[in-house]
C-alpha cells in the first residue's frame, strides 16, 4: 500500500471492469474566476484601507514590508523633494514585495504566481491613492488604540480575503508560510513572531516606547482575526471516494496542482472494492478542492479532519 502522506504523488489506481449500466461521462468545471477576481480586489482594498487609514497615521509599525516602508516614509520626511511627506509607503512597499515574490516563488511554488502580483500591486497603489485622499482626514480623532485595533481588524480581513482568492500579498504573510511550512504551526502564531522584530526596528527609528506597544495591539489583533476566522490546523486530511477516481486524478493533479494517494479499500455493506483519495492539503486550497471535486461528481463523498504533515518528503 503506498504511504499516506501529502508528498505522495497519486499512482494510477487498481483497475476494476465496471460494467456499462454504471459507466458515466464525466466533464470537470473550474470554479468561478470572477469569484476570486472579487476576493482578491476586496481583499486588497481592505489591507491598503488599514495602512492608509489607521496604521500609518497612527505611526504603528505592524512588522513587513509595509511595517518597513512606514518606518521609512518617517525616516525620509522633508529629505526629498519631491516628497516632502516623506518616500510613498505604498511606493516603497512594492520594492520589497519584489524579493518577498520571489521567496514565495521558490518555497511556496508558483502556483498563485498571478495572482500574487495583482495583489500587491493593488494594495500598493491603493495605499498610496487612499493616503492622497485621506491626507487630511481624523478617521478616529487621533487615538492610537483605536487606531491598532481597527487596523489589525481590517488588515486580518484583507488578509483572509486575499488567501480565499487563493493568492498572497507577498508580505507578511509569506514568510509566516515560509516558516510555517511542514511544522504544523499555525499560521497566526507565526506571524506574531515574525512581525515582532519588524516592531523592534521601528521602536529604533520613531524612539517612541508607545509604538511597538499599539504595534503589538496591531499584531495581535490581526494574528487574532485569521485565528478565530479559521481556527483549524494549517493542514486538513481529505478523503475523497467516488466512482470517477481517474479522471478526479487528473483534476487534482493537472486544474489544482495538488498531490495525494490512492488507497484501496471495500464497502462494508456491498463489498465493492474501490479506490479512495487521500490527501493532506494546505486549509486555503480545501473549499476550492471540495467544489470542484462535488462538480465534477456530485455523488462523490469527501471527508475532512486536521492533521498533521509532519514530513516533506522531496518528490521525485
Avoid at 516563488?105 to 494594495?123: D, E, N, P, V
Wanted: with cysteine; hydrophobic share 45%; proline share 5%.
Amino acid at each position: 500500500m503506498p504511504t499516506s502522506t501529502s508528498g505522495s504523488t497519486l499512482s494510477t489506481p487498481t483497475k476494476r471492469a465496471i460494467p456499462p449500466h454504471e459507466r458515466q461521462t464525466f466533464t470537470p468545471r473550474r470554479s468561478p474566476l470572477a469569484v476570486e477576481i472579487l476576493y482578491l480586489v476586496l481583499g486588497a482594498i481592505c489591507q491598503a484601507v488599514a495602512y492608509a487609514c489607521f496604521i500609518a497615521p497612527a505611526n504603528i509599525v505592524p512588522g513587513g514590508c509595509y511595517g518597513l516602508s512606514i518606518t521609512i516614509n518617517y525616516l525620509t520626511q522633508g529629505t526629498f523633494e519631491a516628497f516632502p511627506e516623506g518616500l510613498p509607503i505604498g511606493a516603497v512597499a512594492l520594492c520589497f514585495n519584489i524579493p518577498f515574490f520571489l521567496l514565495a516563488a521558490r518555497s511556496l511554488g508558483l502556483r498563485s504566481g498571478g495572482k500574487t502580483i495583482a495583489t500587491f500591486l493593488l494594495i500598493s497603489i491603493c495605499t498610496d491613492l487612499i493616503t492622497t485622499m485621506t491626507r487630511d482626514m481624523v478617521i478616529v480623532s487621533n487615538d492610537k488604540f483605536l487606531s491598532s485595533v481597527y487596523g489589525g481588524a481590517i488588515l486580518g480581513l484583507g488578509v483572509l480575503l486575499t488567501f480565499k482568492a487563493g493568492s498572497t500579498s507577498a508580505g507578511t504573510d509569506v514568510i509566516a508560510r515560509v516558516l510555517s511550512k511542514g511544522n504544523n504551526i499555525k499560521t497566526s502564531h507565526m506571524i506574531i513572531a515574525v512581525d515582532s522584530a519588524v516592531v523592534l526596528f521601528g521602536l529604533v527609528a520613531f524612539g517612541d516606547f508607545s509604538v511597538p506597544l499599539y504595534s503589538w495591539i496591531t499584531i495581535f489583533v490581526y494574528g487574532k482575526v485569521v485565528d478565530i476566522l479559521q481556527p483549524e490546523n494549517p493542514n486538513k486530511a481529505i478523503f475523497i471516494v467516488s466512482d470517477h477516481t481517474a479522471e478526479i486524478r487528473t483534476l487534482i493533479i493537472e486544474e489544482l496542482n495538488l498531490r495525494g494517494t490512492f488507497l484501496h479499500g471495500s464497502g462494508i455493506y456491498a463489498g465493492t472494492e474501490r479506490d479512495i483519495i487521500f490527501m493532506i492539503v494546505e486549509r486555503k486550497h480545501v473549499n476550492k478542492l471540495k467544489k470542484a471535486v462535488l462538480q465534477a461528481d456530485p455523488k462523490a463523498f469527501i471527508a475532512t479532519t486536521n492533521a498533521t504533515n509532519d514530513t516533506a518528503p522531496k518528490i521525485i
